[in-house]
Structure formats: structure tokens, C-alpha cells
């Protein structure tokens, strides 16, 4: 089993930043792939970025440029740098750790950006 603890949500001004983490513990897969995904209300939840275990990267278009995922493979640790925030981007952002048989998710962590 793997678990995922997000941390560093917040409320925060538009055009602030944040920059929340993931941590993961646990029987963990090396070569998988570590993503954020978020979900606001009313809204389905959606892909903001994942990162692979080589390093490779995959932004949604509404992120890119002001989000950078990154992940410390020493720490099974993945960050979220969200930069230029806007209202649009208050939403639940869950963690999530997919391995070739299974895929993690965590509880996730308020962001919350007021215009």
C-alpha cells in the first residue's frame, strides 16, 4: 500500500503563489508517475500535471507557464510551484501516484485564490 499526504494549500491573492507538496510512504513503485490533479466545485476532477519517474512532464493547457511539477525521487516527494494565480484555480488538489497495477490518491488540500 502507498500513502500520500498533500501539504501547503492555502488562500492566497490573485496572481499569488503557492506551492504545495506530496509525500509518499509506503511499498512505492520507482517507475511511476506522480501527478496533481484538482477538482472544483461543480466541476469534474481534472489533470493539472504529472511527472514521470525520468523526469518527463505534462501540464494542463490552463496551467501552463504559470504551474512547474517537479519531484524529489530521494524524498518520493512531488511539488506543485503554482505561480500568477487566478480565481480560477481555487479548487481541491488531490495527489496521485499511478504504478503499472495500481493508482493512489490523496486527500487533498484546499487552494483557494481571491480576486
Known amino acids: 500500500q502507498v500513502q500520500l499526504v498533500e501539504s501547503g494549500g492555502g488562500l492566497v491573492q490573485a496572481g499569488g503563489s503557492l506551492r504545495p507538496s506530496c509525500e509518499a510512504s509506503g511499498s512505492i513503485f520507482r517507475a511511476n508517475v506522480m501527478g496533481w490533479y484538482r477538482q472544483a466545485p461543480g466541476k469534474q476532477r481534472e489533470l493539472v500535471a504529472h511527472?514521470?519517474?525520468?523526469?518527463?512532464?505534462n501540464y494542463a493547457d490552463s496551467v501552463k507557464g504559470r504551474f512547474t511539477i517537479s519531484r524529489d525521487n530521494t524524498k518520493n516527494t512531488v511539488y506543485l510551484q503554482m505561480n500568477n494565480l487566478k480565481y480560477e484555480d481555487t479548487a481541491v488538489y488531490y495527489c496521485?501516484?499511478?504504478?503499472?497495477?495500481?493508482?493512489?490518491w490523496g486527500r487533498g488540500t484546499q487552494v483557494t485564490v481571491s480576486s
Open positions: 496521485q501516484v499511478a504504478e503499472p497495477r495500481s493508482v493512489y
Open positions: 511527472i514521470t519517474s525520468g523526469g518527463n512532464t
